[in-house]
Each structure stands twice: as structure tokens, then as C-alpha cells.
């Protein structure tokens, strides 16, 4: 008859950890059963293969739909991972046991099933702690115990489960857990050893089993799907609760010291917080070390504490070598008590073949996958950077965001581009889900593409092109460009060809950049702005508030647009349909006071000439909403106008003064909106001007009624003037 020992283990526990490496040594077993699902004894074995470092993470994926999956994640104080590397060490039989993935990633809750109890918070608390990982950590994680510690363990879930009725889901994975535990038996091993989350311990004890028929019915009919498992690099990061992990630990960081510290715990940590405040320019001397140790000692004494923990270890950091500071201690708990180590698995490790090519191409390209974000500057001119540039924009189409472009460089008319990396083990998934539309990253992203392109509307188009483009994809940015062209040409919602035209243009401006032939892009962009150019006074008529206010960046765009080819006749010709809506009745405010202020900016109008209209669209007669719309469209951008054209400030302090005070603040809004872009100083210097117009001096700083000039007197200062300016 096969002994089985039940090792009930707190996730991540490393007290646990350590229990189990010596029960492993004293029971010796012949078959090591580990909770997690059976699909990972195809990959187990990988788990002793030089290069594997973790953290890792078993992961099992439906094959039809890989973003179904799970992570089974493990560190090297995880006792589940002690558990199966000494089975491989001591070349004994390892298996998983739980409910197949193939099960469980397709399972429904249920709905009428009690709430899950945490019985780590039971036990806390029947021993006077209000917190759990304080009472684990004094019982479990502080105290190395041997296999009495598992007995301890077993009685105490069996007393807490009397009573209490699992959920369906909690009931099968056990009736799962003891199939698996019924055929090791039945192969008749001597010894066999099962490591398993503490709650589950009770119903694994031979004796209590229920009837095998029973167990059969709870896993009778139930649906399954198609699945692969593999090993991921995991983080600690990941490991933390923070991150939404349900098994997940405080201070990862911690853990890991705590296993693998041989001794003196509490000094060697605290000599690594010294080493870390000390980079960051923060004087620890080793006196205040030492002092620290003894202050931990000191406060687990007076809490009755068998050792110093975390909360001692911490406290004692802030008062003596942070100086009180909890500045310095963020630091601490992002490096230290967190960490960012990313785990390593063997290149044998199963991949698909887009995962493969990722990894060809980041050794070519010596790039290093970090859990820690990290800054890339690249020069667009290196052609180890070009290539760089057009992975991450590549992975960027396949929804697999290793890279994030920084905003300061989104300008796509410079040669340098910033790019934030950080690999969060989700990527591993979103690989798999990619790997669907090709074998290599370059294929994958041109297919993915053709697919947008398929129903994108031309705004879009417009914008996969200029994707395209970066990602250096020729195939695809040639079927891009025949659609755009396509779809131009039966389109006829102008708004919809305005939003085509920034894009493309800065395609055609800085396609030079990257090496690329834009001359069908010009071709096709040329016929959209006549188009657009055609057809914009129509559309800026008859238009609701939030359509104007779309219509009027829509308008800002083209005209960045423009301003980004060096094609005089469509300049021209923009111009010419600007005029026209600054012309036209009918048209919102906020688009006619823009097209003003782009015509003045162009030198179609003069100052007199803007004046004007202004004056007549902020006269009393005028809608005060419209005008103040008005306003907002001829204002925005910089405040210059205002500071230098004191006819221009006139007007609209007068127009301000003048509304009547209920409807000014229904205005207020749009009005502060209108100045708050402008700079601090802009602000002040109209402030200025403004005091000189309520003193009666005008804008200027001339008084209104002082007419004359006293040449004499300004031509003393202008001799100097005119040196200052040379």
C-alpha cells in the first residue's frame, strides 16, 4: 500500500518552500505530485534544462483562441518550483494534478455556490493577528520547520473546511486532483508526496476520499477545448498582488532574500538597502546599518515576535537610514521589495514561430527583454536603428506592445525617435494570438494590414499609410495606396478626406526618413485636397456646436498639412477655399474665425482687415455665443496677436465688457478655454495692456487723447535702440 504524504504550502510561501525541500529530502519519495494542471508534464521535464531561470510561468492556451489562457507562475521560493526541480534532480516521476486546462479554461461559474474562504485569514485571526501575512510570517515563513509543520497544516484546514460546503468549480478541481492522486497509487509506488495549496489538503488524504463514482459524476460532461502548454518568462513584478495576480505576494523582493539568504536575513538585507540608497546619492554610513539591525531586534522584542519581519525591517530602513524619509523608501519597495527581475526559459522551450522569429531578430538586433522600463534613443540615419525602429513599429500593428514611441518624438519629420521598452509576460500571449496571421514578424504585420484594409474607411487608410510606412512593409503600403485612391475618388464626405491629409502628408514630407518612394503617395494626396478644397464651404455650413468644433481641427490638420509640402499651387488653392468660408453666411463661429486668422497668418489679410470683422462679428448685434466661437477660432494658437496688435485687444476688451453679465457666464467656459492655452507670460503681458485700456491709454500705452509725437525726444533713443539690435 503507497504512503502519501499530503504537503499542504502557501503559494509563494518561502517558508513553505523550505519546508518542503526537507521533506522531499527525508521522505524520498518515488512519484512528486504538484498542484497545477496535467497538460505541464509535457513541458516539466524543461524545468531542469540549463538556461531556465526563474520566474517562470507554466502557460496553457486554447489553440483556437489563444487569448483564453493561464498562467501558472513560479519562483524559486515558490514551493511548487522546489518540489519539481528536486524531482528532476533525483530523476523521480513528477506530474501535475488539478483540473485539466483543457477543462478549465472553458468553464462556466457557478452561480450558487458559496463565497471562497481565505483560510490564512481564518487562522490569523483565531490567533489574535487583524493581519494574515504578519501570522504566516511568525508562524510559517520565520520558523523553518520540518514535516511536522505539514501535519500542523493538514489539521488546521481539516478543522476549518468542518462545516463549510466548496464552491462547484473548488469541488472539481479536487475530484480532478484525486484522479490523478488515485492512478499514482494504482501504479503502486511506495511513497508517493503531493504538494498542494494548504485549502485543498484535507480532501487529498486517502482515507477521506469520497467514491471514485462520485468523483467521476462532478467531472461527467463537461465541455473541453483544444490546448498547448509552454513555459513563459514571468516577473516579479507579476508575482506582486499589485498587479492583480489572485495568488500573488506583497514583497516578492523580500521572498526571494528570504529564501535564499544563508543567514544573519535581516543584516544582509538591510546592507542591500545601504548599496541601493548609496547609487542614488543617499548617505548610509555602516554605522547606521548596524544601528538599523538593532533596531529591528529591538522592536520584534517588545511586539513579542519570535524574529524581526518585514514591518520591523522597514520601519527600522525609514528611521535610521532613510532619516524618516519616505521618499527614499518608495525606492526601496519599487528595487527591493518588489524588484524587476524577468525570468529566463531554455531556447528548446516550445514556441510558435513568430515567438522564434522575435527572438532571431532581437539577438540581430542585440536587443534585451527587461522587466525594468528602459529608454531607447535611436538615429534613424544607423542602419542597426532603422531596423530597430521597424521591429517596434511592426509589433505595434500586431497588438504586441513591447515598445511604447515616446510623445516627444512622434514627429515623424526627424531623423531620432525615443522608445520606452518594458516585456510584461501578456506579450508571450499576444504572440500566440499574432502568430495566426504569419511566420515571421514581417509577414504577420503585412497580413494584418491587408486585413484593416479590407474595411477601412479613408481617414483610416490614411493613417495605416503613414503606419505602413514606418513599419516598412512595400507590399503592403502599394495595396494601402490603391485603396486610399480607390475609395478618394467615391467618396463624398469632405470631412472624412480632410482627416486623410495630415498623415499623408507627413508620409510625403519625411518619407526620405525611412528610405521610401512617396511618389504615388503625392499623387493620391493631390487629389484629395483638390477634392477637399472643392467642397469645404459646403461643408462648413450648417453645422451643430460639436460638428463646428470637429470641422475646425479637421481644418487646423490640412493646414499642417499643407504647410508640411512644398507644393505652392495647392497653397494656393487652400487659400482660395479658406476665403471662401470666412466669406460665406451660414458658417459656425469657431470654422470662421479659424479660416481669419489662417488668412492673416498667410498674409492675405491685413491687421485692418481682420480688425474689421472681428469688430462686426463682436458687435452687439452679433449672437454672443457665435462671436464668442468666433473668437475662439481666431485667438487660438499663440498669443502674439493680442500682445502686438493693440487695435485687435481693443475690440475684444470692449466686446468682454459689454456682454451682458448672465450670458458672460454661460461664455466664461469657452472663454477661459480660449486663454487658458496661452503661456503664463502671454497671459500677463495681455493683463498689461488691458490695465492701459481701462486707464484710458489704449493698448498701446498711448493715451488715447494724446495725439502728438515728440520727435526730438525718440530720436535720443534711437541711436541706441539700433545698437542693441545689431
Known amino acids: 500500500m503507497s504512503q502519501v504524504h499530503i504537503l499542504g504550502i502557501r503559494h509563494h510561501g518561502p517558508g513553505s518552500a523550505r519546508a518542503v525541500s526537507g521533506a522531499l529530502a527525508e521522505l524520498d519519495p518515488d512519484i512528486v505530485l504538484i498542484e497545477g494542471p496535467p497538460e505541464l508534464d509535457a513541458v516539466a521535464p524543461l524545468a531542469a534544462a540549463q538556461g531556465m531561470r526563474p520566474p517562470v510561468a507554466g502557460l496553457v492556451y486554447a ?27 533525483h530523476e523521480r516521476e513528477v506530474r501535475f494534478l488539478d483540473l485539466p486546462a483543457a477543462i478549465s479554461l472553458v468553464l462556466e461559474d457557478d452561480d450558487e455556490s458559496e463565497a471562497p474562504m481565505d483560510p490564512i485569514k481564518t487562522l490569523a485571526e483565531t490567533a489574535g493577528f487583524d493581519d494574515p501575512e504578519r501570522w504566516w510570517e511568525d508562524a510559517v515563513e520565520l520558523r523553518y520547520h520540518g514535516l511536522d509543520v505539514f501535519t500542523a497544516v493538514l489539521d488546521a484546514m481539516a478543522a476549518l473546511r468542518e462545516g463549510h460546503t466548496p464552491d462547484l468549480r473548488t469541488r472539481r478541481r479536487e475530484a480532478a486532483m484525486r484522479r490523478v492522486l488515485r492512478a499514482a497509487i494504482r501504479s503502486g509506488a511506495e511513497t508517493i508526496a503531493v504538494v498542494c495549496g494548504a485549502w485543498h489538503a484535507p480532501t487529498l488524504v486517502p482515507s477521506e476520499f469520497p467514491t471514485q463514482t462520485a468523483d467521476n459524476q462532478l467531472l461527467k460532461g463537461l465541455r473541453t477545448t483544444k490546448v498547448a502548454a509552454t513555459w513563459v518568462p514571468w516577473t516579479s513584478t507579476r508575482l506582486a498582488r499589485m498587479s492583480g495576480y489572485g495568488a500573488g505576494i506583497e514583497s516578492p523582493g523580500w521572498y526571494h532574500h528570504l529564501f535564499t539568504a544563508k543567514d544573519e536575513v535581516v543584516g544582509r538585507w538591510l546592507v542591500r538597502v545601504a548599496h541601493l540608497l548609496r547609487r542614488e546619492q543617499v548617505d548610509v554610513s555602516s554605522a547606521a546599518v548596524i544601528e538599523a539591525v538593532r533596531l529591528t531586534r529591538t522592536l520584534a522584542a517588545i511586539r513579542d515576535r519570535p ?87 511592426r509589433l505595434q500593428l500586431l497588438e504586441v506592445p513591447w515598445g511604447e514611441q515616446a510623445e516627444t518624438s512622434r514627429t515623424k519629420g526627424t531623423f531620432r525617435e525615443t522608445w520606452t521598452l518594458e516585456w510584461k509576460p501578456e506579450l508571450e500571449v499576444a504572440l500566440i494570438e499574432a502568430s495566426g496571421f504569419g511566420t515571421t514578424i514581417e509577414s504577420a504585420a503585412t497580413a494584418v494590414v491587408a486585413q484593416r484594409t479590407a474595411d477601412a474607411d479613408i481617414a483610416v487608410l490614411s493613417t495605416l499609410v503613414e503606419t505602413t510606412l514606418t513599419a516598412d512593409l512595400p ?74 468644433a470637429d470641422v475646425r481641427e479637421l481644418i487646423d490638420g490640412v493646414q499642417r498639412g499643407i504647410g508640411l509640402l512644398d507644393q505652392p499651387e495647392l497653397r494656393v488653392v487652400w487659400l482660395g477655399a479658406l476665403r471662401s ?54 485667438l487660438s494658437g499663440e498669443a502674439a496677436l493680442l500682445v502686438h496688435e493693440p487695435e485687435l485687444l ?72 539700433l545698437e542693441l539690435l545689431r
Not at 469632405?494 to 503617395?521: F, H, W
Not at 492701459?692 to 487723447?705: F, L, P, Y
Open 307 to 393: 524574529h524581526p519581519g518585514l514591518p520591523e525591517v522597514l520601519e527600522s530602513c525609514q528611521a535610521v537610514l532613510c532619516g524618516g524619509s519616505d521618499v527614499p523608501m518608495r525606492l526601496v519597495a519599487r528595487k527591493l521589495l518588489v524588484g524587476d527581475i524577468l525570468g529566463r526559459v531554455p531556447p528548446e522551450t516550445p514556441m510558435v514561430p513568430l515567438a522564434m522569429d522575435l527572438a532571431a531578430t532581437r539577438k540581430r538586433l542585440r536587443l534585451k527583454q527587461s522587466a525594468a522600463e528602459q529608454d531607447l534613443d535611436l538615429d534613424l540615419r544607423t542602419p542597426s536603428h532603422l531596423e530597430r525602429s521597424k521591429l517596434f513599429h
Open 581 to 634: 468660408v470666412a466669406d460665406r453666411q451660414g458658417v459656425p463661429g469657431v470654422i470662421a474665425g479659424r479660416a481669419v486668422r489662417l488668412l492673416l497668418d498667410a498674409g492675405l489679410l491685413d491687421v485692418a482687415d481682420a480688425a474689421a470683422r472681428l469688430s462686426r462679428r463682436l458687435s452687439l448685434a452679433s449672437d454672443a455665443t457665435q462671436a464668442a466661437g468666433w473668437l475662439d477660432g481666431f
Open 475 to 548: 507590399a503592403a503600403l502599394a495595396d494601402v495606396l490603391a485603396a486610399l485612391d480607390e475609395r478618394a475618388a467615391r467618396q463624398h464626405d469632405i470631412t472624412r478626406l480632410m482627416a486623410a491629409v495630415e498623415p499623408m502628408a507627413r508620409v510625403r514630407r519625411y518619407g526620405n526618413v525611412r528610405r521610401a518612394d512617396t511618389e504615388l503617395v503625392q499623387r493620391v494626396l493631390t487629389g484629395i485636397i483638390t477634392r477637399v478644397t472643392v467642397g469645404l464651404a459646403a461643408a462648413c455650413t450648417a453645422l451643430d456646436e460639436d460638428a463646428a
Open 63 to 89: 489553440v483556437d483562441a489563444p487569448s483564453t489562457a493561464n498562467f501558472y507562475p513560479m519562483a524559486v521560493f515558490s514551493p511548487e518550483w522546489v518540489a519539481l526541480r528536486w524531482a528532476l534532480e
Open 650 to 721: 481693443e475690440i475684444v476688451d470692449r466686446w468682454t465688457t459689454s456682454v451682458d453679465a448672465e450670458l458672460f457666464d454661460h461664455l466664461l467656459p469657452l472663454l477661459r478655454r480660449t486663454f487658458a492655452d496661452f503661456t503664463a507670460t502671454e497671459r500677463r503681458d495681455i493683463g498689461l495692456r488691458v490695465r492701459r485700456i481701462d486707464r484710458g491709454e489704449g493698448a498701446s500705452g498711448v493715451r488715447a487723447d494724446d495725439t502728438t509725437l515728440d520727435r526730438d525726444r525718440a530720436s535720443l533713443v534711437v541711436p541706441r535702440i
